[in-house]
């Protein structure tokens, strides 16, 4: 299987700060990564496809960059809404599908 | 809008079967692949297995000999069944809607169902 790792795990930041969080596959899955939203009591929600596609709805303060390997969320100007947990996905191997192991970005 | 819909029994007790329905409307049933993805606050997001509407399935080995999921393409609808259950498995569930070709992202979600095992 290939292991998804996010870093950090957690991060605290204020409204109008510029995050970024980073998604770390074990082996190559070329542009095949997803990212996700979930906020509590909710169920994920997609912001970006492969990589750096933004998805229709989705703010512009969210981006997304990166390929093979090493993978960027970042959210330009940071929200009260934005505070949520963010989770990464690969979707190149054949199943299983493997998400990372989630961001909590909370408010500082 | 497309809108998963599901169900299922909530609390169970360890070595019964686990058993969710999730139901599909607003958008086409077939052309998809139909995923059941559990979450865990040790685990995180773990995906269990799919189907589609003609019935082929793929789940995940590490659940394999105890999952079955399965289509009733009249109700537009896909079922899990996971046995023997044990406390490791106590999870919030959700059905998904995948993309069959890449980048097979999951787009729309079902609410979740917590699942406790108990005796």
């Known amino acids: 299987d290939i292991q998804m790792t996010q870093s950090p795990s957690s991060l605290s930041a204020s409204v109008g700060d510029r995050v970024t969080i980073t998604c770390r596959a074990s082996q190559s899955i070329r542009n095949y990564l997803n990212w996700y939203q979930q906020k509590p009591r909710e169920a994920p929600k997609l912001l970006i496809s492969?990589?750096?596609n933004l998805q229709s709805g989705v703010p512009s303060r969210f981006g997304g960059s990166g390929s093979g390997t090493d993978f960027t969320l970042t959210i330009s100007s940071l929200q009260p809404e934005d505070f949520a947990t963010y989770f990464c996905?690969?979707?190149?191997?054949?199943?299983?599908?493997?998400f990372g192991q989630g961001t909590k970005l909370e408010i500082k | 809008q497309v809108q998963l819909q599901q169900w299922g029994a909530g609390l169970l007790k360890p070595s019964e079967t686990l058993t969710l329905t999730c139901a599909v409307s607003g958008g086409p049933f077939s052309g998809f692949f139909w995923s059941w993805v559990r979450q865990t606050p040790g685990k995180g997001l773990e995906w269990i297995g799919e189907i589609n509407h003609r019935g082929s399935t793929v789940y995940n080995p590490s659940l394999e000999r105890r999952v079955t999921i399965s289509v009733d393409t009249s109700r537009n609808q896909v079922s899990l069944k996971l046995a023997s259950l044990t406390a490791a498995d106590a999870a919030i569930y959700f059905c998904?809607?995948?993309?069959?070709?890449?980048?097979?992202?999951?787009?729309?979600w079902g609410q979740g169902t917590l699942v406790t095992v108990s005796s």
């Open positions: 998904a809607r995948r993309l069959p070709m890449l980048p097979g992202y999951f787009d729309y």
């Open positions: 996905q690969q979707s190149y191997s054949p199943p299983p599908y493997t």
């Open positions: 492969s990589a750096s």
